[in-house]
C-alpha cells in the first residue's frame, strides 16, 4: 500500500466521523427542537429576538457602559490625585481639617489620613466587574502608588486606599460618581419590550394557525368518513389556497360518489327487475328437479347482486354517528349462535366511537360471518384508548396461509385450499369489510389466532 493510498483511507475515515458527528448533531436537535407549527413558528420568531437582545447588551455593556465607567472612574481618580497634590502643597497640618472639607464639599471624597501601615489583603471580587477594573488601571496611570479599593463592602460608596510616603489616604467616594448605574433600568426596557413583542407574536401567530388546525381537521375527519361543516378559506393566502382546494376536491369526490350510487341505484333497478320476471316465469312452471335448480340459481344471482351492489357503492352516503359498539358485538355474537356457533364477546374501555353505524355493522358482519363459515367457535375482543378501536375476530377454522392474506382482499377471489370453494359466497365479504374500515380512516389486518384459526382484526382512529 503506497502512502498515497494511505493519506487516502485517513481522509476517507476523517469525513466518516465528521459526518457521523454532524448526523448525532441534527438528531440531536430534532429531538430537543419542538414538533408543532406552532411552537416552531414561535421558536423562529423568539429565537432571533433573544440572540438580537443579547448581542444589543453586549454592545452596549462594552460600547457604552464601560466606557462610561471608564470616564467616570477617571475623574473620580483625577479628585484624589488632586487631594494628593493638594497636601503637598498646603501647609503641614496635623489632622487636615480644611483639606478634608474642601474634598468633602467641592469634590464629594470623604478623606481621611492614616498611619503608615501595611495595606489590607485584596478581598473576593465580584465575576464581572468593569469598575474594579476601571479604577484599578486609572490608579496605575495618574497615581502610580500601591494602593487598596474595596467595592464590595458598601454597596454605595467605594473605598480607595493609597499608600504614601507618610501615610496611607483613604477615601470614600460614591458609587455613582464612578460608576454608570443604569444597567437594571436598561435590562428592565429591554426583558418588558421582549415580552410585549412575544405576546404580539403569539396571539398573531395563534390566529395564523388556527385556519390551519382547523384545515386539518377538516381533512381527517372526511377521511375517515365524516361530515366537514362549515368549513372555510380563511388565514393567510397559502392557506386560503389550501382550503380552497380541499374544498374543490371535496366536492369533486362527493359528486363522483353521487353519481356512482344514482348509476347503481338504476342498474340495481333494471337487474332486480329481470330476476323479478325470471321468478314470475319459474313460478308458472311445474316442480321438478330442472326447476328447482333454476330458482337456487336465481337466487344465487339475486345475492350476488345485492354483494355486488354493496361493494360498489361502499354504504358512502350514510351519516356518521357515536355508536355503542359493545351492543354491536352482542348482536353478531348472536347471529354467530343462530348458526350453530359458539361465540364470546368481551370489550375493554368506553365502547362508544363514532361510525357510519350500518356500514361497520356490515364490516363486522362479513367478518364474523366469514370466521363462523369455516369455524366452530368464535371470539370478538374490543379494545379502546384515547387514539384507536380495535375489534378482533377470532375463529378455531383452517385459517389463511401467510403468504396468501394479501390475496384475500381482492375482489371476486376465493381461496381453494384455506377456504372451501363449494361454499356459497361471492368472494366479496373481507374486501368490502376493508373496504369500510379504509372509509373510516383504519383498515383490516388477518393474522394467527391463538384459538389455531384466523384472527380479523379492524382498528379504526376514534
Request: charged share 25%; hydrophobic share 45%; aromatic share 8%.
Amino acid at each position: 500500500m503506497t502512502s498515497l493510498d494511505i493519506g487516502i483511507m485517513r481522509l476517507r475515515t476523517k469525513a466518516r466521523r465528521l459526518f457521523g458527528g454532524y448526523g448525532r448533531m441534527e438528531r440531536f436537535f430534532k429531538g430537543v427542537l419542538p414538533k408543532g407549527l406552532y411552537a416552531r413558528a414561535l421558536f423562529i420568531i423568539i429565537a432571533p429576538m433573544v440572540i438580537l437582545t443579547i448581542i444589543v447588551s453586549a454592545i452596549f455593556m462594552e460600547r457604552h457602559w464601560n466606557t462610561v465607567t471608564r470616564r467616570l472612574s477617571a475623574a473620580v481618580v483625577q479628585d484624589i490625585a488632586a487631594v494628593s497634590d493638594l497636601r503637598k502643597a498646603l501647609p503641614h497640618d496635623r489632622d487636615y481639617a480644611e483639606l478634608r472639607r474642601i474634598a468633602q464639599d467641592r469634590l464629594g471624597l470623604v478623606v481621611d489620613f492614616l498611619p503608615v501601615t501595611e495595606l489590607p489583603p485584596i478581598g473576593p471580587k465580584p465575576f464581572f466587574s468593569p469598575l474594579d477594573q476601571a479604577l484599578s488601571e486609572e490608579l496605575r496611570k495618574q497615581i502610580g502608588r500601591p494602593f487598596w479599593i474595596d467595592t464590595v463592602g458598601r454597596s454605595s460608596l467605594v473605598e480607595i486606599r493609597i499608600l504614601l510616603d507618610d501615610a496611607v489616604m483613604r477615601t470614600f467616594a460614591r458609587r455613582s460618581a464612578a460608576y454608570e448605574s443604569n444597567l437594571e433600568i436598561f435590562l428592565l426596557w429591554m426583558a418588558g419590550t421582549s415580552l410585549i413583542l412575544i405576546a404580539v407574536a403569539i396571539l398573531f401567530l395563534r390566529n395564523q394557525i388556527r385556519p390551519i388546525l382547523r384545515l386539518t381537521e377538516a381533512v381527517e375527519s372526511f377521511g375517515k368518513g365524516r361530515d366537514v361543516p362549515g368549513l372555510r378559506a380563511r388565514g393567510a393566502l397559502e392557506v386560503r389556497r389550501a382550503a380552497v382546494a380541499f374544498l374543490e376536491m371535496k366536492a369533486r369526490v362527493e359528486r363522483a360518489i353521487d353519481q356512482r350510487t344514482a348509476m347503481l341505484a338504476g342498474v340495481s333497478h333494471d337487474l332486480r327487475t329481470v330476476l323479478t320476471r325470471f321468478k314470475l316465469e319459474l313460478a308458472l312452471l311445474d316442480d321438478g328437479p330442472e326447476t328447482e335448480a333454476m330458482k337456487r340459481d336465481v337466487d344465487e344471482m339475486s345475492r350476488m347482486l345485492e354483494a355486488y351492489l354493496a361493494f360498489a357503492r361502499g354504504d358512502a352516503g350514510e351519516r356518521s354517528e357515536p355508536t355503542d359498539m359493545a351492543a354491536f358485538l352482542d348482536e353478531l355474537k348472536t347471529d354467530a349462535e343462530r348458526q350453530g356457533r359458539r361465540a364470546s364477546v368481551e370489550f375493554y374501555g368506553y365502547p362508544v366511537a363514532t361510525v357510519r353505524p350500518h356500514a361497520f355493522r356490515r364490516c363486522l358482519a362479513n367478518l364474523v360471518s366469514n370466521a363462523a363459515r369455516f369455524g366452530s367457535a368464535i371470539t370478538i375482543t374490543g379494545h379502546r384508548d384515547h387514539r384507536y378501536m380495535t375489534i378482533t375476530v377470532d375463529d378455531d377454522g383452517p385459517g389463511i396461509p401467510p403468504n396468501r392474506r394479501d390475496d384475500v382482499f381482492k375482489p371476486f377471489l376465493r381461496l381453494d385450499d384455506a377456504r372451501n370453494q363449494d361454499e356459497a359466497g361471492s368472494g366479496l365479504g373481507l374486501t368490502i369489510a376493508r373496504d369500510i374500515a379504509r372509509s373510516h380512516g383504519g383498515d383490516v389486518m388477518l393474522g394467527d389466532s391463538p384459538m389455531g384459526g384466523l384472527r380479523a382484526s379492524v382498528r379504526i382512529p376514534v
